[in-house]
C-alpha cells in the first residue's frame, strides 16, 4: 500500500524516535507520529510523505497506551515548553536511555557501551532556574477557546507553538517554573495590556514589548525580572518595576534589556538596571555563582549538583593533574573540580562566558583556574600543557571536526565527555574510538517531560 500526503491509517505504535515522536510502520517505511508513544493504537493522518519517511498526526486515539497518564497542564500538546507530560515519567527515563544507547550503535559505530540507567530529576515540576516568554500580537487559541468571540487575539505573553515562530500561547501558568513565576507572569501581563503600548509583532516587526524572562535563585528563593523591549522607554517601564519589588520581596533584580534587532532572541543591545542589584547568585553544590541577565548557567540547579559530582567522579583526579576544560562557559565545572586538580584550563569563545567565569572564581576563591578566550580551532594548539584530562561540554552541534583532531593529537590519559545531545554526542566519540575506550555512559534527566537528555562518558586511552 503507497502512503499518500492526507491518508488516514491505523497504526499501533511500536517505539518512539530521538526526538520524541511515536513510530510506526507501514510496510517498512518509518512513519513518525507526533504525540504518540509506544503501544497506543491510532488512526493517524499522514501531513508529510518522504522517500524514506512520513510524518502524521493523530486524528483518533483507538487504544491508549498503558504508558499514557493524564497531563497535569492544559497547554500540554499544544505548547513547545515540553511535549511528554503525557507519559509516565519512568517511562520517560527508559525511552532517553534508550536514545543514548541507540545513538552510540547506529551513529557512533560503539557497540556494547554500558549505558546506565538514566538518574531522575530531583524535581518533575517547578525544576527550571530561567524562563522566556515571548510576546506577540498573535495569540494561538486552545480548541476549546476557538469559538469564543470574547478573547483578545491580538496579545499574547507566553511560550510558542512547536514548528512556529509567530504564534505564541497566552500562558496563564507553566508548570516548569516554580508557582511565584506564575504570579509574576500574570502581573507583567496585566501591566502590558495595560500600558498603551503595543506588543511586538514577530511577523511585521513593529511594536515595544518583546519578552519576559524571569530567572529564579534555587539557593536564595530570590527572583529576576528581566524585561526586554523593542526601544528605550523608561517612563513607561519603570512603573513595573516599583510594581514588581513592592509587591514581591523574593524579587531582587529587575533589568530592561532593549533590542532592535529582529532576531526573536531575548537578548538585549544593551541593558539598564531598573531595581535591586545588576545579578542574582545561586549555588551548584558549595559554590556560589553570580547570574547576570544574559548569563548562561545550567537549567536544572539541583540537576547540575548530581550531574557535575558524576563529572568529578569520572575525572578521577588526585590534585596532581593539569585538566583542559573545552567549552568552559562561565566556569561552573572548573570551579567544581578545582579544589582536586593541579591547574584546569579552560577555553571558551564567548567573551562574555569568560568574564563570567574569572569573576566566579573570585567569588569562590578559586585561584588554580584559568581561561582562554577564542575559538578553540585556534585556542587549543597555543595551550602549551599537554593535559592529563580533559573535559568536553560542547554546544548541542558537539565539536568540530579540527578540534577533534587536535583532541586526538593532545593525547590526554582521561577524557570526560558532557553533553546534551546523544547524537552529536556519539558521532564525537565515533572518530575517536580508535584511540579511546567508552568505559560507561551515565545519562540524566534536567528536562523532564522533554526529550532531551544530558550525558556524560568516561573515556580512556587505549
Not at 70 to 83: D, L, M
Amino acid at each position: 500500500m503507497a502512503v499518500k500526503k492526507g491518508q488516514q491509517l491505523e497504526l499501533k505504535i511500536t517505539d518512539i524516535a530521538f526526538g520524541g515522536k511515536g513510530l510506526a510502520r507501514v510496510n517498512g517505511l518509518a512513519v513518525f507520529v507526533q504525540q504518540a508513544i509506544p503501544l497506543d493504537v491510532v488512526i493517524a493522518r499522514i501531513t508529510k510523505k518522504k522517500k524514506q519517511y512520513a510524518e502524521a498526526r493523530i486524528d483518533t486515539l483507538l487504544e491508549p497506551s498503558p504508558f499514557r497518564i493524564t497531563p497535569p497542564c492544559i497547554y500540554s500538546g499544544f505548547c513547545g515548553g515540553c511535549k511528554w507530560q503525557f507519559m509516565n515519567y519512568e517511562k520517560q527515563l527508559d525511552y532517553k536511555q534508550q536514545h543514548v544507547a541507540e545513538s552510540f550503535e547506529h551513529i557512533g559505530l560503539i557497540k556494547d557501551v554500558s549505558v546506565h540507567a538514566t538518574i531522575p530529576s530531583k524535581l518533575i515540576f517547578g525544576y527550571r532556574n530561567k524562563m522566556e516568554f515571548s510576546c506577540s500580537d498573535r495569540r494561538w487559541l486552545l480548541p476549546k477557546d476557538m469559538d469564543r468571540d470574547d478573547i483578545d487575539r491580538t496579545f499574547a505573553l507566553g511560550l510558542h507553538v512547536p514548528g512556529t515562530f509567530d504564534k505564541v500561547l497566552d500562558t496563564k501558568t507553566c508548570l516548569l517554573q516554580p508557582e511565584l513565576g506564575n504570579h509574576i507572569l500574570e502581573q507583567v501581563r496585566r501591566f502590558i495590556k495595560g500600558s498603551g503600548l503595543p506588543v511586538y509583532g514577530l511577523r511585521s516587526h513593529s511594536g515595544f514589548w518583546r519578552f519576559v524572562m524571569l530567572r529564579h535563585s534555587a539557593a536564595y528563593d530570590q527572583w529576576m525580572v528581566n524585561i526586554i523591549t523593542a526601544a528605550e522607554d523608561r517612563k513607561t517601564v519603570q512603573p513595573l518595576a516599583d510594581q514588581l519589588i513592592e509587591s514581591n520581596p523574593k524579587i531582587v533584580s529587575i533589568i530592561n534589556n532593549i533590542t532592535s534587532r529582529k532576531a526573536g532572541v531575548a537578548i538585549g543591545e544593551y541593558e539598564i538596571l531598573l531595581a535591586g542589584t545588576s545579578c542574582i547568585r545561586d549555588k551548584i553544590g558549595l559554590f556560589e555563582f553570580e547570574i547576570s541577565a544574559n548569563s548562561f548557567f545550567q537549567t536544572n540547579t539541583l540537576g547540575a549538583e548530581r550531574l557535575y559530582e558524576n563529572v568529578k567522579a569520572y575525572a578521577a583526579l588526585t590534585g596532581k593533574e593539569t585538566v583542559l576544560d573545552l567549552y568552559s562557559g562561565t566556569g561552573t565545572i572548573a570551579i567544581y573540580l578545582a579544589a582536586d586538580a593541579k591547574e584546569i584550563i579552560g577555553l571558551e569563545i564567548a567573551e562574555s562566558a569568560v568574564i563570567d567565569a574569572e569573576n566566579n572564581c573570585r567569588i569562590n576563591r578559586i585561584s588554580n583556574c584559568r581561561f582562554i578566550l577564542g575559538d578553540l580551532r585556534k585556542t587549543l594548539g597555543q595551550v602549551c600543557a599537554r593535559p592529563d584530562v580533559m573535559i568536553i561540554d560542547p554546544p548541542r552541534s558537539g565539536m568540530h571536526g579540527d578540534v577533534v583532531r587536535q583532541v586526538l593529537k593532545m593525547q590526554p590519559k582521561r577524557i570526560v565527555y558532557v553533553s546534551c545531545n546523544p547524537a552529536t554526542m556519539a558521532r564525537d566519540i565515533g572518530l575517536m574510538k580508535e584511540s579511546y575506550s567508552v568505559l560507561e555512559v551515565q545519562p540524566f534527566d534536567m528536562f523532564p517531560h522533554t526529550h532531551h537528555i544530558e550525558s556524560v562518558a568516561r573515556m580512556e586511552k587505549k
